[in-house]
């Protein structure tokens, strides 16, 4: 439940880019340096007046930062001055505001600012009363990324830090929002790029300040039961299966069981193996579609409906690359039946067969398999997962689909094959719309799947990149399908 939103007040809720370019330039030629593009000032702000002001001088001439005191004193004496000095709030901001007031919903401004200009800021564009607490940079407090603020803050409003949403444009802010344990929000009408708030883990992005209210809406109302729905897929590790866990919640099979009776398909999509996922779904009373190794292989009551492996060529690639940048991983080599691993490592073979109940075989060297390969899937003990599938991803996202699928797991598998073209397969086959469609994940390898249905929902605990991605978002999908069970029985019973 949100129950407040915070704001950082540069290039969230005001355009001040022009005001500090123009301060900052004068006080650049006046001594002497030279004045900079208008552009070059949504990468200096962000992380306080001084350190703006450092950046300015370091690109105009002084690196030494020789005459920085005076520089600074003559861009704060502008601000002195006229603190709203060619700022604006942004179109729809005031009415964002308004419209959470209505809600319930407290607000607040955190700033890299001085704490006596924000306030004087906030006073003269918004006047009084229109926020919870406002909060500029004070010496007692660390200015953000640092949490210290933005914690502060929720304290002050009498409310849990994942009861926030943190709004920002900037890395800086979504940094600050998930050291906090904030719902992070990046906004597109500030300063910085879509790819920096995502690289930067936010949760959302919105490109405009009305989303900012059907997004709490979406956050406190949850997803709706369309009886409509005819299709429903779910990835299983972190959506169905949480870490720790090797079996389904109780009572998943009887629901699923009970949706098809009524005619809705039910679809598992996984990074998994098609035997492991036929393991874990042996109680149900009807044979499941299964999307297994992400997209890779299509697979119904016993037969195989597609297979999509990587050329001889694409699979030493990506194998001797991945060796070539790290040691420290291991590889699972996803053949129609079977999963490939290299000798020497017994403990990882045994690991994913007895957690996952995959049928494992060991070769003694992975380079070299000679066996058709939809997917490979990486375990890497490097630091930062997400730093890994980047490297990747820069290397050859434009070739191959590589994604995060878990906290040591990235996925390769051909370009253009992942979840969504699974999806998209059947519901060219049973003649179902994306509108009369729901999916369920928490990964990155379940985006493109959950591009593919009107209601899109991502577990709450999942990554940022399928928070992004989904419309909605739940505690439980058990109890999602409960209430869309509810629903279709209704509907047949007002019908009758």
């Known amino acids: 439940m949100i129950k407040a939103c915070i704001f950082d007040l540069d290039g969230t809720l005001a355009d001040t880019l022009e005001s500090m370019a123009i301060a900052a330039n004068e006080a650049l030629e006046q001594f002497g340096l030279r004045p900079l593009p208008v552009d070059n000032y949504k990468y ?22 020789v005459h920085f005191d005076q520089v600074y004193r003559s861009y704060s004496q502008k601000f002195e001055k006229d603190c709203t000095y060619k700022v604006k709030v942004y179109d729809g901001i005031l009415k964002m505001l308004d419209d959470l007031r209505t809600r319930g919903i407290k607000t607040a401004v955190l700033s890299n600012k001085p704490h006596a200009r924000v306030l004087d800021v906030i006073g003269k564009l918004f006047g009084t009363g229109v ?38 444009d900037t890395n800086v802010d979504m940094k600050t929002g998930n050291a906090a344990g904030m719902y992070t929000v990046g906004v597109l009408w500030g300063f910085r790029t879509r790819r920096e708030l995502e690289e930067n883990q936010a949760h959302h992005i919105l490109s405009s300040p009305d989303q900012i209210v059907a997004l709490v809406d979406m956050k406190n109302h949850g997803m709706p039961a369309d009886p409509k729905v005819r299709l429903v897929v779910s990835d299983v590790d972190g959506t169905l299966v949480k870490t720790g866990q090797t079996c389904l919640e109780d009572g998943f099979i009887d629901v699923v069981d009970a949706l098809m009776d009524r005619g809705i398909t039910f679809a598992v999509a996984s990074g998994r193996q098609r035997i492991s996922i036929q393991s874990l779904f042996k109680d149900s009373k009807r044979p499941l579609y299964m999307i297994s190794e992400n997209g890779g292989n299509l697979y119904y009551d016993g037969k195989d409906l597609d297979f999509h492996p990587f050329s001889k060529e694409e699979y030493r690639e990506i194998v001797e690359g991945v060796k070539a940048y790290s040691s420290d991983v291991f590889f699972a080599m996803a053949a129609p039946d079977v999963y490939y691993t290299e000798s020497g490592n017994p403990e990882f073979s045994q690991t994913l067969s007895r957690q996952y109940f995959f049928k494992m075989k060991e070769v003694e060297d992975i380079v070299h398999l000679d066996h058709p390969v939809c997917k490979i899937a990486v375990y890497t003990l490097h630091g930062d997962v997400q730093e890994f599938a980047r490297h990747f991803q820069n290397m050859w996202g434009d070739r191959m689909n590589i994604a995060v699928s878990g906290d040591h797991w990235v996925d390769f598998n051909p ?82």
């Open 44 to 65: 200096y702000a962000g992380d306080g007046a001084k350190t703006l002001v450092e950046r300015a001088m370091k690109d105009g001439g002084d690196p030494q930062l």
């Open 131 to 168: 926020f919870d607490h406002v909060q500029g940079q004070q010496d007692d407090i660390p200015k953000k990324p640092d949490p210290a603020g933005a914690l502060m803050t929720a304290r002050l409003l009498g409310v849990k830090p994942k009861e926030c949403m943190y709004f920002g």
């Open 415 to 496: 370009k253009e094959i992942g979840k969504g073209t699974g999806v998209k397969f059947l519901q060219e086959q049973l003649k179902i719309t994306p509108e009369e469609t729901m999916v369920f994940g928490d990964n990155e390898n379940d985006v493109s799947m959950l591009q593919c249905a009107r209601y899109s929902c991502a577990v709450s605990d999942a990554f940022p990149a399928a928070k992004r991605a989904a419309a909605y978002e739940t505690d439980s999908v058990l109890e999602e399908l409960k209430k869309l069970l509810k629903a279709v029985d209704a509907a047949v019973e007002n019908q009758a």
